[in-house]
């Protein structure tokens, strides 16, 4: 079959590698119908993730049809329609009994790391994938709902929900900020209505960004490359500061953008991966009855936001952009990693 392969940092070809084969009796195997490009893997292409080797296959998210079963494997057969998730659960490690499989502890990969797909295992920018864990790591998708739909759901809509919404603690009334409106950002914004915002201001520097954020949810929109964005923001609220605060972009300038425009009593989650560290103003924070939090995606929510999206409460299909053929996969690269250029969100790169 075809792959795309990644040969060290700055290095990645489409091309010919072994099928993927049933290696534990719990696995299946799944025939790529759609797939996309997360920013994490331009990440790994620039050497920012080591645990990534020469000869691994990228991609952790996917949609496709299951061609092969593993021998233990009963809630799924050959022909079903699946989400791939982008993490893996062994489904009976304490982590995964908590619901925490982000921290999954089983072997497969590495201890510990959920996330395995196109980091530790070969991933899903393929012909076909190996599925570890199938049952407890793919969701069948319901008629209606298409591969691009289904896609967001590996990685982009959970993250957002869970990271952002649930950890943030949105309640109804709240008024919440986003701070870049990437794919993450805007699946903050999407779903921050789940839990009654009564405002969600988008924070991004790029007006194309913040022009599709009103699409996805956003009541108000601020470029933080003005001088007053800050004061903008307040006048927002009740001059007190947002409830809750999100940082999806992972640098330091934007975490503390984050905290400088926190209510007392609010809360500031993290979504964004960080490369260095950052100023946490305790001396001004201690006061404030502020929590902070973070995350990697667990994705247990999948199927609740499945049902959202089959009863077209959530149209997650618009966050595409472009489409290609998984035979161009090198120039779907190529008009990804130009996004500001190219105003690509999502791809679907389908066979
Ligand atoms: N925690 C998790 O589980 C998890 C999962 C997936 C992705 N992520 C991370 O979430 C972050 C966002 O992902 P994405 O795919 O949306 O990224 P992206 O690069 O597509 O989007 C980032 C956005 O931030 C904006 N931005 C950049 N610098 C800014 C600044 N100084 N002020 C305001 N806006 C700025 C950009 O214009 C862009 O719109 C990344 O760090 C990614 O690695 C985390
Ligand atoms: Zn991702
Ligand atoms: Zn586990």
Excluded at 50 to 76: F, K, Y
Excluded at 267 to 292: C, E, F, R, Y
Excluded at 328 to 333: G, H, L, P
């Amino acid at each position: 079959m075809k792959a795309l392969v990644y040969h060290g940092p700055g290095k990645k070809a489409w091309e010919d590698v072994p099928d993927p084969r049933i290696i534990d009796a719990t696995d299946v195997i799944v025939r790529i119908d759609t797939t996309t490009i997360c920013g994490t893997d331009l990440h790994i292409l620039k050497g920012d993730v080591p645990a990534v080797t020469d000869g691994r296959i990228l991609g952790h998210e996917g949609v496709g049809t299951i061609t092969e079963i593993g021998s233990a494997v009963n809630q799924l057969a050959v022909g079903d329609r699946v989400i791939i998730s982008c993490v893996s659960a062994c489904g009976s490690c304490s982590y995964c009994q908590q619901r925490l499989p982000s921290h999954c502890l089983s072997p497969e990969g590495a201890e510990g790391v959920g996330w395995i797909f196109g980091h530790l295992i070969d991933g899903t920018q393929a012909e076909y994938t190996r599925v570890p864990f199938a049952e407890n790591s793919l969701h069948k998708l319901p008629e209606g709902v298409s591969d691009e739909a289904g896609i967001m759901l590996s990685d982009i809509l959970p993250t957002g929900f869970e990271i952002g919404v649930r950890n943030g603690r949105v309640k109804p009334g709240d008024v919440v900020a986003v701070i870049g409106a990437g794919p993450v950002g805007l699946s903050t914004i999407m779903t921050a209505g789940l839990y009654g915002a009564s405002r969600v201001i988008a924070i991004d520097l790029d007006d194309n960004r913040l022009e599709q954020a009103k699409r996805f949810g956003a009541t108000d929109v601020v470029n933080n490359g003005a001088a007053d964005w800050k004061e903008q923001v307040m006048a927002m609220t009740d001059g007190l500061g947002v409830d809750t605060s999100m940082e999806a972009v992972g640098i330091p300038a934007t975490f503390t953008a984050a905290v400088d425009i926190i209510r007392p009593g609010g809360t500031v989650a993290n979504l964004g991966v960080h490369g260095t560290s950052v100023d946490l103003p305790l001396q001004d924070l201690w006061i404030k009855d502020i929590a902070i939090t973070t995350g990697l995606v667990s994705a247990t929510t999948t199927p609740m936001l499945l049902k959202l999206v089959a009863q077209g409460k959530l149209s997650p299909e618009q966050f595409v952009t472009h489409r290609f053929k998984l035979d161009d996969f090198m120039d779907a690269y190529d008009t990804f990693g130009r996004a500001a250029e190219t105003k690509a969100m999502k791809l679907a790169i389908s066979r």
